[in-house]
């Protein structure tokens, strides 16, 4: 079982862009859906986009056109670019893999001031 690290948060301007990348500690090639979510102080933890082996995505409504999911095998890394962000994307935010077994890294800030 892998572990998974993120990086690449930080605070960022309305409208900019920010990439978080989640770096794991084994062969990522078998995890077959893999997702990022985010956790705004006070709010429940969301799905905010997943990818399925083979290249199918999801995105949550108030993200879609703004942020890209995708994964690279050959690095070991699960990608989330986020570009004309929001202040409401304000969150920590977690990489995880969801199938064929859970594992989750212990997230990255990313705060957007307006």
């Known amino acids: 079982q892998v572990s998974l690290v993120e990086s690449g948060g930080g605070l960022v301007q309305a409208g900019g862009p920010l990439r978080l990348s989640c770096a794991a500690s084994g062969s990522i090639s078998r995890l077959y859906l893999m997702g990022w979510y985010r956790q705004a102080p006070g709010k429940e933890r969301e799905l905010v986009a997943r990818?399925?082996?083979?290249?199918?995505?999801w995105y949550v409504d108030s993200v879609k056109g703004r942020f890209t999911i995708s994964k690279d095998n050959a690095q070991n890394t699960l990608y989330l670019q986020m570009n004309s962000l929001k202040p409401e994307d304000t969150a920590m935010y977690y990489c995880c893999s969801i199938r064929p077994y859970e594992v989750w890294g212990q997230g990255t800030q990313v705060t957007v001031s307006s």
């Open positions: 990818r399925i082996s083979g290249g199918s995505t």
